[in-house]
């Protein structure tokens, strides 16, 4: 990469078959949110995040903590960095790509954080040859890497000019839906007619995915506050930026009348024609 690139979070290689691409692992997505400070509501004083004793409430220094994990009772057994690294030695340096898939496959469910690849050591073509090679196929790869002393999952996707890299949650992170009680498939037929306008309504409503527009609408929010506030001194009082929806005394619409109501909501004025123009000024 450049020499004015973002420093790597990992470095390694995508290995699958006995083919290896050098690569260098970046993050791909940057925390928007508004960012709240913990104060003390006496002074204004920053209150930080201490490393506390849980037993004796005491603090402790960096250097005299240690990773440690729970046995039953009051057993523990410590490893170290070097001792977590050798158990894994191989996947801690590599993608391992294990199988290729359908991108159509993977459930949205299961994502988790992207990062970009970028390829590393003069790895430039066979890094594009693996991406075009994905992209012809119509697949992504499912792999397997440790990052921070995890082991993650991963899908292996062609975007563009890059390779991403999109961790995965575990099949077993997904809690299952069966304690929920929702309507099984089948149940509760809608009518047709309120299919017919709910089709419609969906239709009405598709359009091309364009990302950019789709703003944060609450952090642009919580800044005008803010801004409001700095500006106006201690005077300044908490004001809503939308009206909050009265949903206690809600009654029940009829859904028939409801998609209706958005489906007249929801049509574009269609242009005069040359005849009711005519009709109008007359």
Same mark, same amino acid.
């Given at each position: 990469m450049a020499g004015g690139s973002p420093r790597a979070l990992w470095k390694g290689a995508i290995s699958f078959g006995l083919v290896h691409v050098p690569v260098a692992l970046h993050a791909a997505s940057q925390e928007q949110e508004v960012d709240f400070d913990w104060l003390d509501a006496r002074t204004l004083d920053p209150v930080g995040y201490k490393r506390i004793n849980k037993r004796t409430g005491k603090e402790i220094a960096r250097e005299h903590i240690v990773k440690g994990v729970k046995l039953a009772g009051d057993e523990v057994v410590v490893l170290s960095d070097d001792e977590i690294r050798a158990a894994y030695p191989k996947r801690t340096q590599t993608i391992q790509i294990e199988q290729f898939v359908k991108a159509e496959d993977v459930s949205f469910v299961y994502l988790e954080k992207p990062y970009y690849l970028a390829p590393d050591d003069r790895a430039e073509h066979v890094y594009a040859l693996l991406r075009e090679a994905l992209a012809a196929s119509a697949v992504i790869g499912i792999a397997r890497f440790v990052l921070h002393n995890k082991e993650h999952l991963a899908a292996l996707v062609p975007a563009g000019p890059a390779l991403m890299l999109g961790t995965l949650r575990w +099949? !077993? &992170? *997904?809690?299952?839906? @069966?304690?929920?009680?929702?309507? =099984?498939?089948?149940? !509760? @037929?809608?009518?047709?007619? &309120?299919?017919?306008? +709910?089709? /419609?309504? #969906? &239709? $009405?409503?598709?359009?091309?995915?364009?990302? $950019?527009?789709f703003k944060d609408d609450f952090?642009?929010? *919580? =800044?005008?506050? #803010? /801004?409001?506030? +700095? =500006?106006?001194? !201690?005077?300044?009082? #908490? $004001?809503?930026?939308?009206? +909050?929806?009265?949903l206690k005394g809600a009654d029940v619409v009829d859904l028939t009348d409801l998609l209706r109501q958005s489906l007249r909501g929801g049509q574009r004025e269609r242009p005069a024609t040359r005849k009711t123009a005519r009709k109008k000024a007359a």
């Open positions: +099949a !077993d &992170e *997904i809690r299952a839906a @069966d304690s929920l009680g929702l309507p =099984r498939a089948g149940a !509760d @037929d809608p009518k047709p007619a &309120e299919l017919k306008m +709910a089709r /419609q309504l #969906v &239709e $009405q409503m598709t359009g091309d995915w364009r990302p $950019q527009d952090a642009t929010a *919580i =800044r005008t506050l #803010v /801004q409001r506030k +700095a =500006r106006a001194g !201690d005077k300044a009082t #908490v $004001q809503a930026l939308e009206e +909050a929806p009265d």
